[in-house]
């Protein structure tokens, strides 16, 4: 099968080709600078950004992979979460293409697209089914942290989700706090490699509580309490750097403990992670030592599939096709923007 999908949850305009999962093309163009300008993603510009940049990107994956409209079988987009207005335009354009083409529409979850995108890889990037699971699934990104049960693919469960800030929100607010350019999650990671993650303790929220989820946003205020009462401490780089690693230890520290308990108390064989905080480089790091010291095996999403693509959200709907019949999304249904996983 030949699927092209479009993702325009929020600030990224992607586009992808899979055939047989195989991802042919994976076209991502990030608004991120035009954003940055205002500190953060805003909903009528990321649309209009979406309708400008989408005929471009799509035309891209298209002759990257090879492959002509009229090759075409299948047709996916992200259905939700994500800003309403920014959704619209990939979903609408993708149910469009659908319709003329005469070809089945299938409508995608973002947050299950990240939950399955660790199961993509290799050269060339392709969709490996086989292993992997039951897994303790670790989701974070900027809008959402989540843990997920998955027994086998396609047979997951919720067991828990932040109940405020999302780590990557938490990672993004707190650098703009320091006067990092937006987002700065990378950014301070990077600084962070420079610092001592020991200089400064800064709360780990919930890392006690014996559910699943998590909050951030105590931390944030901490934060921010701590440099209102150190004014100009920033201004020397090694306390900049000091505090960006102690920032980030207590993150990650929270998120690896909350990972791997959960993980000892189901009794799996694996631990996956995926979205854009995936791509933090003490995360990856820290998981890979307590999984290694559990015996379990790791499966960390590429760091090209970490952040928003239509690569993940082609290479699920191909398989959604192929594996479960009645999977496509009627065309005159609407987008979910407040979808939940489950
Ligand atoms: O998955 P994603 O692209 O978008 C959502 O679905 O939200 O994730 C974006 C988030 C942003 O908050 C960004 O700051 C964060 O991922 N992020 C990082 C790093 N790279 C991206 N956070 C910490 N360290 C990183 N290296
Ligand atoms: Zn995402």
């Excluded at 050269?123 to 974070?140: K, N, T, Y």
């Excluded at 006690?208 to 100009?232: E, I, N, Q």
Aim: with cysteine; aromatic share 6%; hydrophobic share 45%.
């Amino acid at each position: 099968m030949t699927l092209i999908a479009i993702e325009s949850s929020c600030d990224e305009t992607s586009v992808a080709v899979v055939r047989d999962g195989t991802v042919l093309s994976n076209q991502v163009a990030t608004q991120i600078q035009m954003h940055a300008e205002y500190g953060g993603v805003v909903p009528e510009l990321a649309s209009r950004e979406h309708l400008k940049n989408l005929p471009h990107v799509a035309a891209e994956a298209l002759r990257q992979a090879g492959v002509k409209v009229g090759d075409l079988d299948a047709v996916a987009a992200t259905r939700g979460p994500g800003l309403p207005s920014a959704l619209l335009i990939g979903y609408n354009a993708a149910q469009a293409l659908a319709f003329v083409l005469e070809k089945p529409f299938i409508g995608v979850n973002h947050h299950e697209a990240h939950l399955y995108s660790p199961w993509i890889g290799g050269d060339p990037v392709r969709a490996d089914w086989e292993g992997f699971v039951p897994s303790v699934s670790l989701i974070v990104s900027g809008g959402h942290t989540m843990l997920v049960h998955v027994e086998g693919i396609l047979r997951h469960r919720l067991l828990g989700s932040t109940i405020d800030d999302a780590a990557g929100e938490c990672f993004d607010k707190i650098a703009k706090l320091m006067g990092l350019p937006y987002p700065g999650g990378p950014k301070l990671d990077q600084l962070a490699e420079r610092g001592n993650p020991a200089a400064y303790e800064f709360p780990a929220p919930l890392i006690h509580d014996p559910s699943h989820d998590f909050s951030f946003s105590g931390l944030k205020t901490s934060v921010r309490y701590f440099l209102r009462d150190r004014p100009g401490l920033l201004d020397d780089t090694g306390a900049l750097c000091d505090v960006c690693a102690s920032v980030r230890a207590a993150i990650v520290r929270v998120l690896v403990t909350k990972t791997m308990r959960a993980a000892r108390q189901l009794k799996v064989s694996c631990v996956t992670a995926s979205g854009g905080v995936t791509c933090n480089i003490a995360l990856r790091r820290q998981l890979a030592a307590a999984c290694q010291k559990e015996g379990l095996q790791l499966r960390l999403a590429v760091p090209s599939l970490c952040t928003d693509n239509a690569g993940m959200i082609a290479v699920l709907a191909e398989y959604k096709l192929n594996s479960r019949a009645g999977s496509e999304t009627w065309l005159d249904e609407d987008i979910l923007p407040g979808w939940h996983l489950g």
